[in-house]
């Protein structure tokens, strides 16, 4: 399908490469257009960019009152030629029709969810910051729009990506290492439910353990499965731990953990890291007391917004608190760091089609 362009007049669009003055933040900026299609009739249809802008919306817009809507993640970065590479945007858009699946939004061709990304960012290609870490962080989502009050699938949905140029997550490399808080009181999913799925109403539902766990001094919830006997998975992030002879667990994937695409590449890059990473269940009590007999000695959190979170304690809502080794960023964390930003960089090959080129496609 050809994407139609209805770009801004050049005397309204950026002219010169986005050179920030001072710290870009997370999700704060826009670029100029965005990317639109439109699901009715059955079929995806009338692909554009247009300038970024409000959408015009029916109270009665279905995703409104019932949450049907779906998002992704994911970052571009340039490399020392200039171009701008995008990392496995291709895993991010089988995700967004898996998470689809689940609450029945209709699939979108991955190749057109690539072409889209890759669209937009060659026409907001100046808006790449002009800074150190820096990167273009890419949100797709998917929300119904159909003018209906009943609770069932939408037979309208529209399509959009977004690009919000981002600065480095770690501005001069980890100094802390955060705490999380294990919640045996608020949980994120359940089986038969939406976890395994980047569905909006999912975050919704965690704000409030966000809220307690910073209440706390916790930085992020751990959730437990229902029964309080596993671990599962961080807010915005899968979770792992190292043993002492530097192997990598992370929790196995069930339908109540979103598959991270971080996990899954730092599992693919096990020899470079030279290091056996491994999914298993991660029994709660175990996993404690282990930390406390020193055969665990680091852990964290993987996810596309800082690759690696590393943790340093966590704590449990009656106050017991546990330490994992001595509190710090550990080498393994820094290690599985270095390797994974070199690799999004263009400083270190990864594996073959990691990173793509942008095409240079809108004169
Ligand atoms: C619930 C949840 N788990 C894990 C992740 C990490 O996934 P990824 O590595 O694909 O960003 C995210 C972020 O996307 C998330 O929202």
Sequence with gaps: MEIKYNLKPSSQRRSEPFVPEGDVGFGVHRTDHMFVMDFYDGEWRDPRIEPYGPFELMPGTMSLHYGQAIFEGA??????DGEIYTF???KNAERMN???EIVCIPHLPED??????????DVDRLWFPRQPGACLYIRPFIFATEDRLSVSPSNRYTFCVMLSPSGAYYKSGFSNAIRLLISTKYHRAV????GASKA????????RAAKAAA???AAQVLYLDANNQQIEEVGAMNHFHVLKDGTVIIPKFTDTILKSITSLSIMELSEMLGCEVRQETVMLDKFIADIEAGEIVEAGGFGTAAVVSPVGSYIFEDGRTVTVGDGEVGPKVKRIYQLFTDIQNGKVQGPEDW??????LHA
């Design 75 to 80: 970052k571009a970065f340039m490399h020392d």
């Design 88 to 90: 496995r945007i291709n």
């Design 98 to 100: 898996r998470s689809g």
């Design 112 to 121: 057109m969810q690539v072409k889209a990304i890759q669209a937009l960012i």
């Design 191 to 194: 089986s038969g439910g939406t």
């Design 200 to 207: 909006a109403g999912n975050y919704a539902a965690s704000l």
């Design 215 to 217: 209440d706390m001094g």
């Design 355 to 360: 990173v793509v080129q942008v095409p240079h």
